[in-house]
Nanobody, 125 residues
Framework: QVQLVESGGGLADAGGSLRLPCAAS????????MGWAREAPVKVREFVAA????????VYADSVKGRFTISRDNAMNTLYLQIDSLKPEDTAVYCC??????????????????WGQGTQVTVSS
């Protein structure tokens, strides 16, 4: 059984940076596409970023392009999300996800079948 555990969230100032790791256990995820989504209060889960199994291809939501960077270390079975130039509207629970039942990049939250519990990011203005 695959488990995804996010960390690195917390309270940050607008304009600052955070790096969110997502550690996978139970199976190597090196053959699968992975991604990040976020859930803000009273909003639906929003796709943020996706990365191919080797890391050679990435996709970002328009709202985060140029500020967020997704990466992965398959040897460590870990996914990362680097968030720069934080904005108050980035406040949300950030969840990592894997596509274990399909190949390729998932560019919507619905494309993922395995999720972590999430880590809270709160940005103060």
């Amino acid at each position: 059984q695959v488990q995804l555990v996010e960390s690195g969230g917390g309270l940050a100032d607008a304009g600052g940076s955070l790096r969110l790791p997502c550690a996978a256990s139970g199976r190597s995820l090196s053959s699968y596409g992975m991604g990040w989504a976020r859930e803000a209060p009273v909003k639906v889960r929003e796709f943020v970023a996706a990365i191919s199994w080797r890391g050679g291809s990435t996709v970002y939501a328009d709202s985060v392009k140029g500020r967020f960077t997704i990466s992965r270390d398959n040897a460590m079975n870990t996914l990362y999300l680097q968030i720069d130039s934080l904005k108050p509207e980035d406040t949300a629970v950030y969840c990592c996800a894997a596509r274990l039942r399909n190949y390729g990049l998932g560019t919507t939250a619905a494309a993922y079948d395995t999720w972590g519990q999430g880590t809270q990011v709160t940005v103060s203005s």
